[in-house]
């Protein structure tokens, strides 16, 4: 087979923009942006926040779904978890920082619970089981009263300031971007795209499909636990219709297919995007809906890679003009 | 590697009263068999007989309804597949199942990392490069598993398998669709894999592969042992003759004979039509260039069919002979050239408005609809016909190949891989087309099924239905083909008769290649 390896450095694919490099510059152009405080006003730093706690999501929902093929409907739960771990921690005295931990540890362990039972079902089956978990959470949530019914918890001790809660969003973005490195550019992220392409096949060498997936399934539910956490600081209050609500999962769902499920750049563009399209038409709710969802379409049925997709098609243009 | 500190030299694998059901059906009954350590074990059968359930019991992706399964003196009956796996049972998926999105290094890594966490990437890299070398895959090592081509999947499901350094390798049809001079490549590598690992067990219809480098044979048939001993010996035999050798190899008088010409004249358009000195041929290629991005597969293809013809097109693999068929069947949109149909430009054509031309395929690779049953796969080919018009050609097809009314509420991918095959030529048929575009049919098929599905072709042949045959099976094809042509490098390099091309000495040394 000596003469056809000639061709093998010119077939060889460009090597994909660093999804690694680009997430931290946003992260110093952020950091940045917290240090000119003077200019960055309550505006800047509350749309900060909210593409910070988003990306942060999309990111771990990306993990789950883009990399491993868990499309999962069930990212509420671990949202609102998150969100009354740290409520419910706090106002017994739990410090901050280790309130914020149980949090996200909670989501964790809420992941290692359920993952037998949904890890039993495959594909559209898994789906539907993720989102029978959210919307069977939500109703225990609305109906036992421990922890607030329907009224929810009110946080008792003092909420850090605007800038405080920005710089702990940078905080937990900068952990999602690191844990993402990890899982995607890795022997781990060969493992787990090979369970996602096929799992029986994975399974004849020699791989263990459901601790490859239990371990995507763990990292991001921590992600979600930590951003539904600083959700709940920041508003003050957590109730179950809100924080676990579908449109945490729905708008997750949206950032990454308009960003691209499975590309790196996923969770970046994606929610800068749908974020930058809430402001424009933040005086026209519906218009705004309707219009996220006919450009989810337009995405889905001529650009399956989404956004990110054209960002890499266009950097490959760029750097390897003379590919064609 | 055969040196085996373990205590003694009790049997590498041992397998007692194994059984699969599926429901009534016994996939596998009460099998029995050893393979001692060193030894390469040869299972043949006729399609259908539990072949691939016994490599998915084995390998761990089915589990037994009954009997055990002993590796290296440890039951592994009750072990998922992973475990398996890491206790040194490899195998391979006759119909390839890459992991499409990954790269072709990628593939074998994954094995590597699953075994050894740990391993230095560098040290991983260069032992699946050297892996992707000898299985011929090194020119293709950064590519998506997607871009291969079903041959070269083949051979990346055997590197795969080989990266995670089994100890006993399971073989489930690697030599399918090969031409003569890659089964001698194969047959090098596999006795070479024979002093290297510890057993190996080899399912395989090329009779080439199991006479060269398995000493033991066993036939299955009906999920029960038929037949064990020394292959020769096993070979000669007149039982297997009648199960699964047939006409062509042992001389004896196979009972089922194809349906006559007859019965199955209901299955074609248009029976012979008395020939018009002027009439346009049914399929005309004019100077068809055709390829896949930058590469060019078809360099000026020209080519006509008449009507009522049995054309083969024979040439060895990468000679642009799938491009071709798909150029025809309008999947593929040709760069250059005409494609004519009745004397008409058709060129550019959407594939479904070429069927309704009256031209059927029957695909390379099977391409059965996975989530339907048999019969939906073939009533959805039927299209828009009426209820009685569609019962007649089930019933027909039906007549053709039995064995798919008993299985016609099973899913589609769930029959065997020659009964798939099976299905595949039957949804063909059931369009009631006027030609039928055949890749790589007897691809994977049992000796006896090839002489039945060659006799049906022959049966069709008579009722008037036009063949265009793209085949590796070269004999075969120049039996029943009234026109030959052999493709070299996207041209048509030598046309013919049948009688013409098989005294021509070019085709010996394009197709046939060196060995024997």
Redo the contacts between chains.
Sequence with gaps: MGPASISAAASAPPRAPPGFALSLALLIAFAALALLSGWAGDYVLELGFRLLVLMTLAEAWNLLAGYGGLVSLGTASFVGLGAYALVGAMNRGVPLALAWAAAGIAAALLALLVSRAVFRLRGLYFTVGTLALAEALRLFMVNYQPFGGAIGLFLSPDAPSLRGLFLLALGLFAVATLLMQLATDSRYSILLRAVRDDEDAAAQIGVRPFRIKLLAFVVASLLMGLAGALQGLKLGAVEPYGMFGLQWTVNVLAIVVIGGQGQRLAALIGALFVVSLGEVLAAYPALHLAITGVILILVIRFAPQGLAGWVVLLWRRLHHGSQR | MSAAPREAAGPLLSVSGLSKHYGGVRAIDELAFSLPRGAVLGIIGPNGAGKSTLIGLL???LRASAGTIQFDGADVTRE????R??LGI??T?QIP???????VR??L???Q???Q?LIA?RQ?IAASDAIL?RC?L???????ARALPLLRRKRLELA??L??RPRLLLLDEVGAGLVDSEVGELITLIQALAGELEGLIIIEHVLRVVRECCAQLMVVNFGRKLAEGATHEVLASEQVAAVYLGTAHAGAVTGAAAPAAGTLGGLVAAGPEPAVANAAPLLELRGLHAGYG?ARVLNGVNLTVHAGQAVAILGTNGAGKSTLAGVISGLIRPSAGELRIDGVDRTGTAPHLIARLGFAQCMEGRRIFAPLSVEENLLLAAGRVGRSERQQRLDQVYQLFPVLRERRTQGGTSMSGGQQQMLAIARALMSRPRLIVFDEISLGLAPLVMDQLYAALAALRAAGLTLLIVEQDVQRALDLADEVHVMEHGRIALSGTAAQVRENPVLRHLYIGTAD
């Design positions: 390998g761990g992706a998922p597949a992973a475990e796996a890491r490899g195998r998926y199942r890459p992991f499409l999105e990954l790269s990628e593939n890594l994954a094995g990392y699953a075994l966490p990437r991983a070398e011929g090194a020119d293709v090592a950064d590519l998506p795969r398998a990266a995670l930058l």
